[in-house]
């Protein structure tokens, strides 16, 4: 998905001259050619995060349409009342691109760690929120929304479907149909769901935008003897408010399965990171049956 | 620059512009008026020399990145038509555009929505690189409070405005002395000449020394640091140097006696 960020993004910017790339000494490597090509729109700004928030907020109100990228705790938590005051509050255009979600930084430890971007993020009104699914998605989403009206954030992930989806204003879509119940999956957890719940008769549906969210393709999907689970890449108490706003009570939300609220002083892989919480197929699977008492 | 009578006509202005700040935070029990006095010699400058004589206009922006002084801003850009009577009878109303902090959403006058310090200079520098971005003429002024510079983002946009030769910003410091009670800054000026700034120390409220500040900022190539040693409270003794009047609104009756001293004057 990297890869595919620096693609769409040089593509993006051969076309438009409107782009200006800040990089938080994240990425440098792989923007190279850009920056070397284009230093006054594509630098690496530094590792200054507030202020760089701050400094794409001046070029956005400038005209400019400014691309933010560097490691999400850093982008999303340090700089946080700069993303709210400055862009949210003053209502600037303009991407936010992170990399390492929950813990792809796995070996590097919790400092590197970011399973509450999307909750945070979702505090602040009218920010878009992606969570993409694949490279192709992310193009997808990329080249959709970069010049659109608000602030855009992008979770890149290393955890990548093996299907895609490029829907129109990124709505949800069903993937599969069944009668015991509803999966609600996010982003790159949509492959390992599919195959954890193969031989399940349940609906699955598959959303790749937080917010705006897609309430009424879930509302429409429901009757009042649903049960719902929801299954998400981060923290998983994330999307409780959002469905519930969704579903109007129409039917039982039985639970979430995501990123649960502690600090993983692990480090290893992300895999051994998917298994201690049960966020691998495996883990996912005895979850789903349990919650749709399938055994 | 300011001859003997511009000084006294000014001065005049500036004393109506305080009483006019006196009144509205006792009618609204609200702004921070010893800060608002400080800055309102840099203010009158600004607003009738700097941005206004320039030939491109629009293209000069200024941002009061410390934003509770917003009503002195306010009631300058009001003596220079920016800001109606009414706009700024309206101060801190439910449905006013001119809060207690300026906000960019509700009045085309207020450049940067403020009021969290420090970070007005990194938007600063954001609107100055797009300038050079999109090959615009024209200046970018920040005006922040030495309490101000406590907050790391100060330092964080002062070196990349360094980096990036940014010699069409200025960022102004109002030392009117707020940050002493807390950290002291020692030689601010030192400070922004090791970040590659081109500094010049004024008396904030020696309208001269503003204006030849000002004067040399469009000839450097280097960003501009402008130290104004200012006093907090400016204008009214009671109110000089005290911070009790840092968030205190007046009484009707210290109102009067206000009203009586600066008419005195």
């Not at chain 2, 360094?162 to 410091?173: D, F, K």
């Not at chain 2, 700034?197 to 469009?218: K, Q, S, Y």
Request: glycine share 8%; charged share 20%.
């Amino acid at each position: 998905m990297r890869k595919q960020f620096v693609s769409t993004t040089v593509d993006i910017f051969e076309k438009d001259p409107s782009t200006v790339l800040l990089l938080g000494d994240i990425g440098v490597h792989g923007f190279k050619r850009l920056i070397d090509g284009c230093p006054e729109r594509a630098m690496n700004i530094g590792i200054l995060e507030q202020a760089t928030i701050s400094v794409a907020a001046g070029l956005s109100m400038s005209g400019l349409l400014p691309f933010v990228h560097t490691i999400a705790p850093f982008l999303v938590e340090r700089a946080l009342e700069q993303i709210k005051v400055d862009f949210g509050y003053q209502k600037l255009r303009g991407n936010l691109i992170s990399v390492g979600a929950s813990y792809d930084y796995a070996a590097l430890g919790c400092t590197h760690h970011c399973p509450s971007d999307i909750a945070i993020l979702q505090t602040i009104p009218n920010v878009q929120i992606l969570v993409p699914g694949s490279s192709e998605e992310l193009d997808f989403q990329l080249r959709n929304n970069y010049n659109n009206d608000h602030l855009t954030y992008y979770r890149l992930s290393e955890a990548q479907n093996n299907i895609s989806f490029t829907v129109q204003d990124n709505l949800a879509t069903i993937v599969k149909r069944g009668s015991r119940g509803v999966i609600m999956v996010v982003g790159p957890f949509l492959s390992r769901v599919l195959s954890a719940a193969a031989d399940m008769d349940v609906t699955i549906i598959y959303y790749n935008q937080i917010t705006p969210f897609d309430g009424d393709t879930l509302f429409q999907l429901l009757d009042h003897s649903s049960k719902l689970v929801a299954v998400m890449p981060f923290y998983e108490s994330t999307l409780t408010h959002s469905i519930h706003k969704a579903i109007k009570g129409k039917a039982s939300l039985l639970g979430t399965i995501g990123v649960p609220l502690e600090f993983s002083e692990n480090y290893g892989s992300v895999e051994e990171h998917d298994a201690k919480f049960g966020l691998d197929e495996h883990g996912i699977r005895l979850r789903l049956q349990s919650m749709f008492s399938l055994r | 620059m300011y001859d003997e009578r511009s000084i006294w006509e000014a001065e005049n202005i500036l004393n109506k512009l305080r009483l006019k700040i006196v009144r509205l935070s006792m009618l609204k029990q609200e702004g921070h008026i010893g800060s608002s006095f400080s800055i309102l010699h840099i203010l009158y400058h600004v607003y009738s020399n700097v941005i206004e004589s320039t030939k491109s206009v629009a293209l000069d922006k200024f941002v009061l990145s410390k934003g509770h002084a917003s009503l002195g801003l306010y009631a300058v850009l009001n003596h220079f038509s920016q800001i109606s009577d009414a706009e700024l009878e309206s101060f801190c109303d439910f449905n006013s555009g001119l809060g207690g902090h300026p906000h960019s959403g509700k009045h085309g006058s207020l450049v940067a929505s403020t009021g969290s310090l420090g970070h007005g200079l990194p938007i600063s520098v954001g609107l100055a690189l797009g300038k050079l971005i999109n090959r615009e003429g024209g200046r970018i002024y920040c005006l922040i409070g030495d309490g101000e510079a406590n907050e790391g983002a100060v330092w964080e946009a002062a070196l990349l405005a360094s980096e990036h030769n940014l010699s069409n910003l200025t960022c102004i410091m109002d030392m009117n002395g707020s940050g002493e009670r807390a950290i002291k800054m020692g030689n601010v000026k030192e400070k922004f000449v090791s970040f590659g700034f081109e500094c010049t120390v004024v008396d904030g409220h020696n309208l001269n020394e503003i204006a030849e500040a000002f004067g040399v900022c469009e000839y450097l190539h280097k960003p501009k640091f402008i130290l104004a040693n200012t006093i907090k409270g400016k204008g009214v003794s009671r109110m000089e140097n005290n911070p009790e009047w840092h968030h205190k609104f007046p009484t009707q009756r210290e109102y009067d006696e206000i009203c009586l001293e600066i008419n005195q004057l």
